[in-house]
């Protein structure tokens, strides 16, 4: 009796505690809103894969563009450089966390923390 008490405490904490991790792992999912992911937002940012790759890499104007408007979602833009299709495309998310500033925007969220990452 005793045991089987203790065995379902048990069983009751860790369905706690993997419905928790669940329950962020959806909130994360919505960094970019609703209507888009992380994921989706990546593929419009395809003309900065080279600046995402190589540090000395120019940036191009489409990509400073496309930058500046994921910008103002500085947590969508770190949940992008992230993401699994930047990943995929060979971005390095310590140098995709430096085009903002490659680029000279103005109002780009310095010292946002992306992870382990600060943009700089
Ligand atoms: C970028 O340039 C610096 C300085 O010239 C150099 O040390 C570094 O290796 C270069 N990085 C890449 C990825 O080419």
């Not at 706690?16 to 937002?41: I, M, Q, W, Y």
Request: charged letters at 20%; aromatic letters at 6%; glycine letters at 8%.
């Amino acid at each position: 009796m005793e045991v089987q008490i203790k065995v379902f405490f048990l069983l009751g904490l860790i369905v706690f505690f993997v419905s928790t991790l669940e329950v962020h792992r959806v909130d994360g999912a919505g960094e970019c809103g609703k209507s888009t992911t992380p994921d989706n937002e990546a593929f419009k940012l395809a003309p900065c894969a080279s600046a995402g790759q190589d540090e000395n890499a120019s940036v191009s104007q489409r990509c400073c563009a496309q930058i500046k408007t994921l910008g103002q979602n500085p947590s969508c833009l770190c949940a992008v450089m992230f993401s699994n299709v930047a990943k995929m495309s060979g971005v390095d998310p310590k140098v995709a966390i430096t085009i903002p500033k490659r680029c000279n925007l103005a109002n780009r969220p310095v010292g946002y923390k992306c992870g382990p990452y600060t943009l700089p």
